[in-house]
């Protein structure tokens, strides 16, 4: 399941700077309190997240899964509807909505012993384990510094709502995507 699984993770983090462009595009265009410095922390982001895809295509290279063929899959209906959510918020509601998702998929990194038990049971080597090794040094950081920014935000009620339905929303999707590499009972 470990290759299905890199996919799967590949297919929901190409999308993550594109989305974060996106968002930063939308906050730049603002005329609202949120705007600055929503944009300040989203210029910082994209380029914390350039490359994560790249390292990932070379993990499943390592365990002899060609780039090619996972570029080839085509992502479920549950991961086009995950990213595809945040570009609705983004554009149709407030880019703010954004940082929900990223609360989540960068707010519950793998720690070390997780990574070393998965390289000892998927028996695959410490090369196909690299973005999951950066992601263990890089997200807490990354996690904090979005912690400290939602708390230095102008954040109204709405906003709060739209950051929530955002992390829910990814929370539920990312499940389900994850479901549909289970086999069937």
């Known amino acids: 399941m470990w290759p299905d699984y890199l996919v799967l993770q590949h297919q929901i983090i190409r999308a993550t700077v594109p989305l974060t462009e996106v968002a930063l595009e939308e906050a730049r265009r603002l005329g609202d309190p ?7 922390y989203l210029e910082d982001h994209v380029d914390e997240e350039l490359g994560h895809d790249e390292t990932l295509l070379g993990d499943l290279e390592a365990i002899g899964v060609p780039r090619t063929d996972v570029l080839a899959r085509v992502p479920s209906p549950s991961v086009a509807a995950l990213v595809g959510g945040q570009y609705y918020w983004i554009h149709h509601h407030h880019p703010v909505s954004f940082l929900g998702y990223v609360a989540l998929m960068e707010g519950y990194p793998p720690s070390p012993e997780l990574i070393e038990m998965l390289i000892e049971r998927t028996g695959y080597p410490r090369d196909a384990f690299r973005t999951y090794l950066e992601h263990a040094e890089l997200d807490p950081g990354h996690r904090d510094r979005l912690d400290r920014t939602l708390d230095a935000l102008p954040l109204e009620e709405p906003d709060e ?3 929530g339905l955002s992390a829910i929303a990814t929370a539920a999707l990312a499940a389900r995507s994850l479901e549909e590499l289970l086999p069937e009972p």
């Open 161 to 163: 709502v739209a950051i």
């Open 34 to 40: 949120l705007g600055p410095p929503l944009a300040a």
